[in-house]
C-alpha cells in the first residue's frame, strides 16, 4: 500500500513561532524519509541516503523537544513531566527504529515504524504541545 506523503496545514500551529517552524521542518523531514524509503532499490547509495535522513530527524527531534522543554520550564508548566516522558518515549521508539534499519535496511515493519511517526506528529502536536501551548499563553493573560 502506497502511502501519501503527509500534508502540513494550519491544523498543526500550536501559536508559539518557532516551535511551528521546527514542527514543519519535521514533517518535511519525514516527507523526505518516506519519498526515500518508497523510492529505494536497495542500492547501498539508497540505503546511505535514508541512514542520513535517519540521522537529521532523530538530531532534529533532539533539538526540538529540548527548545520545547525549555519552553515549558521557563514558563513553570504544570505537565512538565508528562510532556517530557512523552517525548522521552518518542525518541526511544525512533531510535528503535534506527537501529533496526541499520541492521538491516530490508527490514519489513518500515510501514509501521513510518505510522509510528506520523502518528506522532498528528497526536502528539495536535494534543500535547497544542495544550501546552494553550495553557501556557492562557497562564500569561
Ligand atoms: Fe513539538
Ligand atoms: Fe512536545
Redesign the pocket.
Known amino acids: 500500500m502506497k502511502r501519501p506523503t503527509l500534508e502540513w496545514s494550519d491544523k498543526f500551529l500550536?501559536g508559539i513561532e518557532e516551535?511551528d517552524y521546527?514542527?514543519h521542518c519535521?514533517v518535511d523531514d519525514i516527507n523526505k524519509l518516506h519519498r526515500e524509503l518508497a523510492g529505494r532499490k536497495g542500492a547501498d547509495k539508497d540505503i546511505e541516503l535514508i541512514k542520513d535522513t535517519l540521522g537529521e530527524i532523530h538530531a532534529r527531534m533532539q533539538a526540538?523537544?529540548a527548545l520545547?522543554e525549555h519552553v515549558m520550564e521557563a514558563d513553570a508548566y504544570p505537565h512538565y513531566w508528562e510532556h517530557k516522558a512523552e517525548?522521552e518515549k518518542l525518541l526511544d521508539d525512533y531510535t528503535e527504529f534506527m537501529t533496526k534499519f541499520e541492521r538491516d535496511p530490508n527490514m519489513d515493519d518500515q510501514e509501521a515504524m513510518e505510522d509510528t511517526l506520523r502518528l506522532w506528529i498528528v497526536d502528539?502536536?495536535i494534543a500535547?504541545?497544542k495544550k501546552m501551548s494553550r495553557m501556557i499563553k492562557d497562564a500569561n493573560k
Open positions: 500550536i516551535l521546527e514542527h519535521l526540538h523537544f520545547e517525548h502528539h502536536i500535547s504541545d
